[in-house]
Structure formats: C-alpha cells, structure tokens
C-alpha cells in the first residue's frame, strides 16, 4: 500500500482536500451500525476517519473506494463528523498521486474525452431521441431535458429517456435537449476525487446552458439533480432544477397531464440516496404513483430516510463488485418480501444495479424494475 507521510503533511493534505471534520471523531461506532456494507461484508468508516486521524491514509487501499456516499453514516454521528468528506478527502490524495481502481481510471479517460463514462461517442448523445419529435433547445423554451449520461447511451435507460420525453410531448410542454453540446454533470466523478475533472465538466455544462439561454433544468438523475441544485452554484451559476419526479406531481395537479389508465399492479418504491436522504424528495414521487388507477403502493422495510443504498453512488456505479457484496440484491429481496410485482424507483444507476440483481436472484426473477416515468407513460 502507498503511504502518505510524513505524519504533519498528511493531515495538511487531507483537511486541504476536505476531510478536515475527522478531528470531531470518537470512535463510537454508530457510522458503521447504519453503513450498508456491513450487511454484506465486514467494514468500518471508523478505519478510514481514524487513518484520517494520524494521517497514515493508505491511498490503495480497498476500503477507501468501497464507500458509496449514501448518507446513512452522518445520520447518525452525534458529533457531526463529515465522513463522506473524509472518504473523499483520501480519493483526491490518490487522484493527485495518479492512483485509481482500473474501472475509474477508464471512466475519466472517457469522460475527459467524450463527456460521458460510457466510451460512447459525443455526437450520437442525443441518437435516443430520433423519431421522437424531440427539438434542439432554443432561448425561450419552457425546459432543458437534460437525461443525462445513462438514458442517453445505455439501451435499458434510454426506455427512461423516451418515456419522459412522450409525457412532456402528451402535457404540451416547450421542451428541448441540447444533445451532443452536453457533459456529464460530473458528480459522480467527484465523488472519486477527480476535483480537477469533475471542474472541467461543470464549467463546460455551465457555458453551453449560459450560452443557449437555458433556465430551467429539468433531470432524470437524482445525481445531475443534486449537483446542479447543490455544488454548480460554487461557480456562481443557479438554474432552476427539477427532478422528474417532482415535475410530474407538478404536471398532475396543475391538470396538465390525466392519468386515465388501471394499472391494477402491487408496486413497492424505492428511495434513491441523492434523490431522498441528499435532498429530502420523498413525497412527490410515491403521490404521484398514488394516483395512478388501480396502483396499489407497498412500503418495503428501510424506506425513506432509512433506504437501502442500491451501491451505485460515489463512483460505486463503475465498479467490478461481486455477487454477494451488492446491495442491489438484498433490495430485491425486500421487495419481493412485501409481496411486490415492481420494483419503481427513480433514478438511472438504481435501474441499472437492480435489472443486474434480477438477473441473477432466483426468487426475483418475476419482479418488473421500472423507472416513475414508465409507470406515468403506460398510464396517460
């Protein structure tokens, strides 16, 4: 393992990179009663805070890349100890010094690139919309889709992407994409410790919406939501950003979209991290599924403030984790408990691990994943 020393300079260069609250840490425990990981595998945050602590970060280490940034752990500190930002802390240190897992290093060369982590090209970024009546953005539209990197490329999510774009189309609203002009939003990058790119993405993401007059965001992530809303404004830019989710609520009560069709389906939702315990969207999506006809919604254990990370957020999303450490899997099987036949959720990289989960989950082979919008486009 690659060591920061000596002891003064490490602690230096970890407060500098953002981890400066492990001071607060006493070592109680209570970070790793809640981590998910330790539902699958032994692990301790208190580890990492406490390499922190005597400035000995192990900058290979496995277990500083295992943390998903979920948000469980700062729930429940009672001394206000930022132990994302310490995880995060050590990942710039390892950024800076050229060390990355295999997965995330060929995800910066792509996104540095191509502007997405999926090796695609930029140009075919708005390809899933052909056929759609989907308009490039101009200066005075309603709305910016913006679907972000996973519906643009990956044929499972791309379903995402249309459906929203056939609910807008239904509603009548003034919408466009900006396609091939777009980066990724680049929080997941950060969430690696790749500050220098993760800058480089906004930047470019802020010009191209200055540039195209474009003031209202609407997403399909909770990830662009979230660093959009929450970490664009260090650059001085504010937009006004809505989740799908929320413009769907939106778009009901304002009885511009009708949902008239009987579902007749037991659903269960799940809360995404950076959608729910990130920025405490909780309601708007389990009312809008509330007035579908015939949708009967079932709450699964660890809900809410207390859901289960599905392991895809803090760059978890891109990396190699085994059948047996996937936090997916025991998602599925919560929903299966409850008696659900669907599994809704919305957000990209939860579809993602629980369609990967299904596949290989005897009892879940029957249980449909499904983004909000696709249940929201069978029904208008």
């Not at 249309?162 to 609910?167: D, G, P, R, V």
């Not at 609203?173 to 220098?196: A, H, Q």
């Not at 997403?219 to 660093?227: A, R």
Request: proline fraction near 4%; charged fraction near 25%.
């Amino acid at each position: 393992m690659e060591t920061i020393a000596p002891f003064k300079e490490a602690i230096d260069a970890i407060k500098e990179a953002g981890g400066e609250a492990f001071k607060l840490c006493y070592q109680c425990g209570l970070c790793d009663t809640v981590c998910p990981w330790n539902r699958v595998r032994n692990f301790s945050m208190r580890n990492i805070v406490r390499q922190a602590t005597f400035g000995l970060p192990e900058i290979e280490g496995e277990d500083m890349w295992r943390c998903t940034t979920c948000g469980r752990c700062p729930q429940r500190c009672p001394r206000g100890v930022g132990t994302i930002d310490v995880s995060i802390s050590f990942r710039r240190i390892a950024s800076e010094a050229g060390i990355s897992p295999a997965p995330i290093h060929t995800v910066n060369v792509s996104l540095a690139a191509e502007g997405n982590p999926l090796r695609e090209a930029r140009e075919k970024r708005a390809d899933w919309a052909n056929g759609l009546s989907v308009k490039t953005f101009t200066e005075g539209m309603e709305v910016l889709y913006f679907p972000g990197c996973y519906p643009s490329y990956d044929s499972r999510l791309k379903k995402v992407a249309t459906a929203t774009a056939n609910i807008l189309n239904k509603a009548g609203i003034d919408f466009g994409i900006l396609g091939s002009k777009e980066n990724c939003c680049g929080e997941s990058i950060r969430k690696t410790g790749d500050e220098k790119l993760f800058k480089h993405l906004a930047r470019e993401n802020i010009k191209t919406f200055i540039d195209n007059g474009v003031r209202k965001i609407l997403v399909s992530s909770p990830h662009c939501y979230h660093t959009f809303t929450n970490e664009y404004p260090e650059f001085k830019a504010n937009f006004e950003v809505v989740h799908i989710s929320q413009y769907l609520f939106q778009l009901i009560n304002e009885g511009r979209l009708e949902l008239t069709k009987e579902y007749g389906k037991k659903i269960t939702y799940h809360d995404p991290c950076y959608l729910g315990r990130h920025n405490g969207i909780y309601d708007q999506p389990r009312e809008v599924l509330k007035k579908v006809p015939g949708l009967e919604l079932i709450e699964m254990a660890d809900s809410r403030e207390d859901s289960l990370c599905c392991g895809g957020g803090g760059g978890g999303i891109w990396m190699d984790t085994p059948k047996g450490e996937r936090f997916s899997d025991l998602r599925l099987e919560q929903a299966v408990g409850v008696g659900a036949e669907m599994l809704v959720t919305a957000c990209p990289y939860c579809i993602i691990n629980f369609e990967d989960s299904r596949l290989t989950l005897k009892d879940s082979e029957s249980l449909e994943i499904k983004d909000i919008t696709e249940i929201i486009q069978e029904a208008i």
